[in-house]
Every structure is written in structure tokens, then in C-alpha cells.
């Protein structure tokens, strides 16, 4: 079955760095997406990746390895504002997307 | 970047009666959009998957009858909530995938509607 797996709550510092792991089964593969949802609101895209390696994008990297079924995304000098869910979603075969549960993101001063 | 809409952005209604929610891409035309449900902290769950002329394609366990779907033009799709109950209650977003040109896998999110049936 296909299935998207990343971890359900983080705690970070105000400036530090997180890396958000995620990893995925699906049927083909045509590409991992990272959204950021905040509580109440609809979630805004983030990253695509489709080809191996890192993307960086400002204080947001996302990473891609397709032989391990394996994604990252990293914040860098966090900020109080990235308080949110990250969404994890890869798209298969049929250009579906699956979705990860989310991992919630909690930032302390 | 792409913005899409969605009208209401919150509706309370009673039950039995039905709730028409539009969603819109404002800046571009989108042969496919999407119908998801989100339930408070969980993730998004797809509802349906709309094409532009053709019937909807539902998830298994979504009741076609119920969450009625028409995406009449290449920027608007409806859906309906027909005979409305509370477990209905929920967050019903939108999103809509770009007909063509860069970046075309992704899709843009409207900002949903939050539905609350009493």
C-alpha cells in the first residue's frame, strides 16, 4: 500500500535549526512535496522535489533521496511565525498526491 | 504566485439543509481540482478529485450523493453538502493544479471553509 510516514510533534528553539524527517511508499513516484499549514488556515506549498538532492529555498531547504523513499525538510534561524504543521505529501503514479498526517512544529523562545 | 478562492469562508447552517461551497482559480485556468476534508488535527483527507467536464471521481468511503461535485469551467468547481448533519462538520479546502506551463504538478490551496452544522 502506499503509505507517508514523518513524525507528529517537534520542539525547536527560536534560531536554532529543525530537520523534519519523512519518508514514503507509493506506486511510481513523480515528485515529494513539503506544505506548511498554519492552525485554522489552508496550507501554502513549500518545496517540490522530484530529482535527488537539496533544494534551498531562504531559511528552508528540502532534500530528496528516491533510492531510500526518503525526504527532509530543514528550517534554518527559526522564528516564532514557523509555529506550524509541515505536510509531507509525494505524488504517485497517477499524479495523486498521498498525505503524511503532519508533524507539528512548536517553536520556544 | 497562483491564488485560489474559495466562498464561503465559514457558514453555520442547520441540519438537513444543504451548503454550496465554490472554490476559484483567480489567475489561471485548472483542468483538475480538488476536494479535501480536514477534521481538527488531523491531516488533509481527499474527498474527490474534480475534472473540468467530466463527472468527479470520488475516495472510497465518499458519498457521491451527498458531496454533490460540478466543475462547470476551467476556474470554478462547487461542492454541495446535501442535507447537511453536525458530523459534517469540518474544514472542506480546495486546491487547484494548473492547466499548464511550470511548475503544473502543484497544487494551490484555497483558503477553505469552515463549516459548522448545529
Known amino acids: 500500500g502506499q503509505n507517508i510516514d514523518q513524525p507528529t510533534e517537534m520542539t525547536a528553539t527560536e534560531g536554532a535549526i529543525v530537520q523534519i524527517n519523512c519518508t514514503y511508499q507509493?506506486?511510481?513516484?513523480?515528485?515529494l512535496f513539503w506544505y506548511q499549514q498554519h492552525a485554522g488556515e489552508a496550507p501554502t506549498f513549500l518545496s517540490y522535489?522530484?530529482l535527488d538532492g537539496l533544494e534551498e529555498k531562504g531559511r528552508f531547504s528540502s532534500f530528496l533521496s528516491r533510492s531510500k523513499g526518503y525526504s527532509y525538510l530543514l528550517l534554518k534561524e527559526l522564528q516564532m511565525k514557523d509555529s506550524a504543521s509541515y505536510l509531507c505529501?509525494?505524488?504517485?503514479?497517477?499524479?495523486?498526491?498521498?498525505w503524511g498526517a503532519g508533524t507539528k512544529l512548536i517553536i520556544k523562545p | 504566485g497562483a491564488v485560489v478562492s474559495q466562498h464561503p469562508s465559514r457558514v453555520i447552517c442547520k441540519s438537513g439543509t444543504s451548503v454550496k461551497i465554490e472554490c476559484r482559480s483567480l489567475?489561471?485556468?485548472?483542468?483538475?481540482m480538488f476536494w479535501y476534508r480536514q477534521f481538527p488535527k488531523q491531516s488533509l483527507m481527499l474527498m474527490a478529485t474534480?475534472?473540468?467536464?467530466?463527472?468527479?471521481?470520488?475516495e472510497q468511503g465518499v458519498e457521491k450523493d451527498k458531496f454533490l461535485i460540478n466543475h462547470a469551467s476551467l476556474t470554478l468547481s462547487t461542492l454541495t453538502v446535501t442535507s447537511a448533519h453536525p458530523e459534517d462538520s469540518s474544514f472542506y479546502i480546495c486546491?487547484?493544479?494548473?492547466?499548464?506551463?511550470?511548475?503544473?504538478?502543484?497544487?494551490?490551496f484555497g483558503p477553505g471553509t469552515r463549516l459548522l452544522v448545529l
Open positions: 474534480s475534472n473540468e467536464g467530466s463527472k468527479a471521481t470520488y
Open positions: 486546491s487547484a493544479r494548473p492547466m499548464e506551463g511550470g511548475g503544473w504538478e502543484t497544487q494551490y
Open positions: 522535489n522530484v
Open positions: 489567475d489561471f485556468q485548472a483542468t483538475t
Open positions: 505529501a509525494a505524488m504517485d503514479s497517477n499524479y495523486q498526491l498521498i
Open positions: 507509493t506506486s511510481g513516484f513523480n515528485g
